[in-house]
């Protein structure tokens, strides 16, 4: 505010900004309040990790008096979490690899290509996204089983890769009608094919919807507890998900146990997040002003 403004006015701006200070102030404590309730179910879970069941039972949200590894020690032995990590990590790289390169190749012919063919392809597939895959689930085993990919980690990939590649055509075509096309008739110019204009120029340009459907699709796919609990059935095939499911009890359940199992189960999606973040955010921000 200018000194050299009425005294009047100062006042009132005085006061508008008081008034603002209090606003802000209540804010600020309302979200603490929320932030707080929000953290207390990931405080529990994690403080219970390295807490005896004892100490549990007498305290559930005091500190513990001294931390304690033997339940993720027994956590990793209970679940055989080696070969359990390998299934999940086989499924999810594979399922989120091959859901980007059908999805980014299809999008791009759809974005490209404005035939009555195309619109009506583009629409059945946009119909993945409305229907509920859960409504063909006895029509899917039995496919499944007669192409014999029950208790197959392939089977698992190629349900995953059906099951997102919808969505994925439906985000990446916006961002693909937001490549100027003059680049790609640049690249024609030079001699270059359809195939190597889409992953030269095109493709690299795709990089922030790309980073976040991965991270998308990475947390569908290692979370999916229903497609594993369907077609596998060995423990050897078994994932994260279902070691988990099969230690909880029919009358009781071990927390002490079982909440280990699950922090070992969400550090890997953790850490692809937080390695991930900035194209996450990169990808948001420029999906805001995409036509």
């Known amino acids: 505010m200018n000194k050299n403004a009425p005294l009047g006015l100062r006042v009132n701006w ?17 979200l603490i309040i929320v932030a ?8 529990y879970l994690l ?10 039972l007498a305290s559930p949200l005091g500190l513990p008096k001294q931390i304690d590894f033997s339940g993720y020690v027994n956590a990793w032995k209970v679940m055989n979490y080696p070969n359990v990590f390998k299934n999940n ?6 399922s989120v690899g091959g859901v980007i390169f059908l999805s980014s ?3 791009y012919a759809f974005a490209r290509r404005s035939g009555k063919a195309y619109q009506l392809l583009f629409v059945t597939i946009l119909v993945g996204v409305i229907m509920p895959y859960q409504v063909a689930t006895i ?10 990919l029950i208790d197959s980690l392939w089977g698992v990939i190629l349900v995953e890769i059906a099951i997102a590649v919808p969505f994925n055509v439906f985000l990446i075509k916006n961002f693909v009608n937001g490549v100027p096309i003059q680049l790609e008739e640049s690249a024609y110019i030079d001699g270059a094919g359809v195939w ?21 699709d990475s947390l569908s796919v290692w979370n999916d507890f229903f497609i594993p609990l369907l077609l596998l059935q060995s423990r050897a095939k078994g994932v ?6 099969r230690n909880v009890g029919e009358f009781q359940t071990e927390w002490t146990s079982f909440f280990p199992m699950m922090v070992l189960g969400v550090a890997p999606l953790l850490v692809l997040y937080l390695i991930m973040q900035r194209f996450i955010i990169e990808g948001i921000s420029t999906g805001a002003v995409k036509g």
């Open 14 to 30: 005085r006061k508008r900004m008081s008034v603002r200070s209090k606003h802000d102030l209540v804010l600020e404590i309302i």
């Open 36 to 43: 707080a309730i929000c953290l207390l179910p990931i405080y």
């Open 47 to 56: 403080n219970t990790t390295f807490r005896t069941p004892n100490e549990v």
């Open 89 to 94: 990590l086989i499924i999810a790289v594979t």
């Open 105 to 107: 190749m299809a999008a």
């Open 139 to 148: 029509q899917l085993f039995r496919v499944l089983k007669d192409f014999h």
């Open 196 to 216: 190597k204009t889409y992953w030269r120029i095109t493709f690299p340009l795709l990089k922030p919807v790309i980073a976040t459907l991965t991270v998308l």
């Open 240 to 245: 994260i998900l279902l070691e988990v499911y």
